[in-house]
């Protein structure tokens, strides 16, 4: 039996990889299962410091599979998808998505559960609810305008266009973008650079910014002074090594 989601650990990168190439990686109540089994492993493990987050074949997806919405999708409990990306956008690991090709709708939604988004230059993202008389539940009306600005936000949603990789890094949805033929090597760059740095200072700056998004600017700075966990057990080592580099 085929893997929905594949996982590949890489010397501390955690690799996901949504796994229906033939549909378009069009996501299933299964693949979600599937994810939220290696969320919840990754979550506990100590070797991971970055997890990418990707589709296989021709795009990272092209969103929920409609064959399943029509015929009714039999899920755990009630907000059970949004509860997995909200458990996916609290680990303590960076989570980047990786997005080439088609991102819409609800694979929009899980891309916007990581902690940014890098596309390549074939990237194309968009919200269709409104075009098949849908509303989100997986955290688009919450996610898309904090990375947007809502009156951007209500555009992609009423419109339900079609964007580009370079429209996309305009408006803030993606961080940047790079060329198809390259997208391979800058993500594995991207994921070293993530990982030389303190995964305690990740998980803990992750803490940090995830309490105070959207307080007002006083109360996030009292959050930071009083909660802040200031300094991580590899800090001595790391400031011995930079020493001993420059002599």
Not at 114 to 135: C, E, M, P, Q, Y
Not at 150 to 156: Q, S
Request: with cysteine; net charge negative; aromatic share 6%.
């Amino acid at each position: 039996m085929t893997n929905l989601v594949i996982r590949d650990d890489r010397n501390g990168l955690a690799l996901l990889t949504l796994n229906r190439p033939d549909k378009l990686n069009s996501l299933t109540v299964g693949m979600f299962r599937e994810l939220r089994v290696h969320i919840a492993e990754i979550a506990k493990s100590a070797e991971i410091g970055c997890v990418i987050l990707r589709g296989a074949g021709k795009c990272f997806s092209a969103g929920h599979d409609l064959a399943d919405i029509s015929k009714g999708e039999e899920v755990p409990s009630r907000g059970w998808h949004s509860e997995t990306l909200r458990l996916m956008e609290k680990l303590p690991q960076p989570v980047v998505a990786a997005v080439h090709g088609h991102c819409y709708t609800g694979a929009l939604e899980v891309a916007l559960a990581a902690d940014f988004i890098v596309a390549s230059d074939n990237a194309r993202f968009g919200d269709t609810h409104a075009k098949w008389a849908l509303t989100p539940v997986w955290g688009m009306s919450q996610r898309l305008p904090r990375r947007v600005g809502i009156a951007t936000a209500k555009r992609l949603m009423f419109t339900a266009d079609m964007i580009d990789a370079q429209e996309a890094v305009r408006i803030g949805l993606a961080e940047y973008s790079v060329p198809h033929e390259n997208f391979d090597a800058e993500i594995e760059s991207l994921a070293q650079k993530i990982l030389t740095n303190s995964t305690f200072s990740h998980a803990a700056n992750k803490r940090l910014l995830d309490a105070t998004d959207a307080s007002p600017l006083d109360a996030g700075l009292q959050w930071e002074v009083m909660e802040s966990e200031g300094v991580g057990p590899d800090m001595q080592d790391r400031i011995a090594a930079f020493a001993k580099k420059g002599k």
